[in-house]
């Protein structure tokens, strides 16, 4: 039986997917992009669940003021700023330096 927030879950992955090398969006602007501009914390979820799929960028989801909020869901205690300095993205005190540079905004589905 499917539960109700798979499809959720699964536009949520489909649009992080897509977030450019060397970028980083929120789990809001996902949520926004998503037409559900209220679930963040879902999207939060979501993205939780999501740490056995190789293929989704999630390190490049962070909270809306650039912090590394998800970064205790990776193996490893600085797995995430790794991942993220390795595409070019300096992060201080689990902050992502210059934040809005390197923020990417998700087309909104209708």
Do not use: C
């Not at 669940?49 to 989801?61: C, T």
């Not at 003021?65 to 991942?83: A, E, I, P, R, Y």
């Amino acid at each position: 039986m499917k539960k109700d927030n798979d499809n959720f879950f699964e536009r949520v992955y489909d649009i992080a997917r897509q977030i450019p090398y060397g970028r980083v969006t929120s789990y809001g602007a996902i949520a926004k992009a998503l037409g559900t501009a209220r679930s963040a914390r879902m999207v939060g979820w979501a993205m939780n669940a999501s740490h056995l799929m190789d293929d989704l960028p999630a390190h490049r989801v962070v909270n809306r003021k650039g912090v590394l909020t998800g970064k205790h869901h990776f193996d490893g205690t600085s797995l995430m700023q790794q991942l993220l300095e390795s595409e070019g993205i300096e992060v201080i005190d689990n902050q992502i330096v210059d934040f809005e540079k390197h923020f990417w905004e998700p087309e909104i589905n209708s």
